[in-house]
């Protein structure tokens, strides 16, 4: 998310400020304060890369930087975005992109290898000289999107993601290894991103296999009670759909499988999963569906929610399934995701509800009237 929509959405500013003093002084043993004037080291807020870095930041730094915005799959942003994200790198582009915006005292050390990115609900910290990212929760932001990961990926845990290195979870932060790479959104063959995502996919699947167990039906209700308050009158023909079977198979899901999360390291033909705050069991369709659909902009998935019921979108979970197991699977799946998106919709933001739940309610609807009239 780019600075500008966290600021419209939340008192951006003092959180930030609030979370880098905290943050800073676990991680460095001593007082740190982090101020919006001032003295102190002045840190730059990029416009371009919405990050935060020295005047000084090193050639690595700032690479890393470019990297994040010169790459596209879109055809027609392509030779633009390159350009931007090319000059905005420069020593000169730095400056021109920003302004001084963070004063922190005392200084951070090794502060021209580190940039700063500022997340939803957590705050990245890349340091390009030790290859290590560190992660630290938002100040007041629910624990959520930190035990998760621990969850996940704590110690002793294998699977196709980047190992933690460390972490301390009542202080709220933890370490991994940076991958050199690039997200799956940025591939710009079309050909290859395909077969990517298809591998993302299969080691998902393999990863979670082992862990799948069936719940009862009102079992997977009880995950879900949340999304079922928003359903209202349509709660009888959801009940119709899906409560015919009396046990749903579920399994550990990564929860915000898009390409964002897929790290591609093409040097070595593999995949690495990021970003593991939506962690949860839900049902085995849930990952695939999301990825294949595009369900985590649900206002443009309508059609390829309907490509997957009929086959022409090729779901591998929904393959040897009936036109009505589709329509279930996939009911299940947006009510799976109005409830995820209700849990990482945080107290602390203003507004009543996630904005993309309205779309939600309207895609499952359209599944359950399909074919009804
Ligand atoms: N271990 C890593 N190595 C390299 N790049 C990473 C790593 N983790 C995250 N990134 C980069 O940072 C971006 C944001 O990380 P992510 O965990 O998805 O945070 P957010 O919660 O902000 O979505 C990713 O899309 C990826 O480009
Ligand atoms: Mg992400």
């Not at 951006?12 to 304060?33: A, C, K, M, N």
């Not at 290195?165 to 991103?193: C, K």
């Not at 990863?207 to 009670?225: C, H, I, K, M, V």
């Amino acid at each position: 998310m780019r600075i500008a929509e966290l600021r419209a959405r939340e008192r951006y500013d003092d959180i930030l400020l609030r979370t880098l003093s905290q943050q800073l002084s676990v991680w460095h043993g001593e007082p740190f304060s982090v101020a919006n004037r001032g003295h102190g080291q002045a840190w730059l807020e990029h416009r371009i890369f919405s990050a935060y870095v020295t005047a000084e930041a090193t050639r690595e730094v700032r690479r890393f930087l470019a990297d994040q915005v010169r790459h596209t799959s879109n055809r027609l942003r392509r030779l633009p975005q390159f350009i931007i994200g090319t000059a905005a790198a420069t020593r000169l582009g730095i400056r021109a992109a920003s302004s001084s915006k963070l004063f922190v005292s005392p200084h951070i050390p090794n502060a021209n290898h580190l940039a700063i990115l500022p997340g939803n609900r957590r705050i990245r910290f890349f340091d390009l000289a030790k290859q290590c990212s560190r992660v630290v929760m938002k100040d007041g932001f629910s624990s959520d999107a930190i035990d998760a990961e621990l969850r996940v990926r704590g110690s002793g845990h294998n699977g196709p993601f980047p190992p933690i290195l460390d972490m301390d979870q009542a202080a709220g932060w933890f370490t991994e290894p940076l991958v050199s790479g690039r997200v799956l959104a940025r591939i710009p063959s079309r050909t290859a991103a395909r077969s990517y995502r298809d591998l993302a996919l299969r080691q998902l699947t393999a990863w979670a296999a082992p862990g799948r167990l069936f719940w009862s039906y009102e079992q997977w209700w009880a995950e879900n009670t949340v999304a079922k308050a928003l359903l209202g009158e349509s709660m009888d023909a959801v009940n119709a759909l899906i409560g015919h079977e009396p046990k749903v198979e579920v399994q550990p899901s990564h929860g915000d499988f898009q390409p964002g999360n897929i790290l591609v390291q093409p040097s070595e033909s593999r995949v690495w999963l990021l970003d593991w705050e939506f962690y949860g069991i839900r049902s085995t369709h849930y990952d695939g569906l999301v990825l294949l659909t595009g369900l985590r902009w649900p206002g443009q998935a309508a059609a390829s929610i309907e490509d997957a019921l009929l086959g022409r979108l090729l779901v591998p979970s929904l393959q040897s399934l009936s036109l009505q197991q589709r329509k279930r699977a996939v009911v299940m799946a947006l009510i799976e995701d109005i409830t995820l998106r209700l849990r990482g919709w945080d107290g602390t933001l203003e507004g009543a509800s996630p904005p993309e739940i309205p779309y939600l309610i309207a895609l499952i609807r359209s599944v359950i009237e399909r074919g009804q009239t």
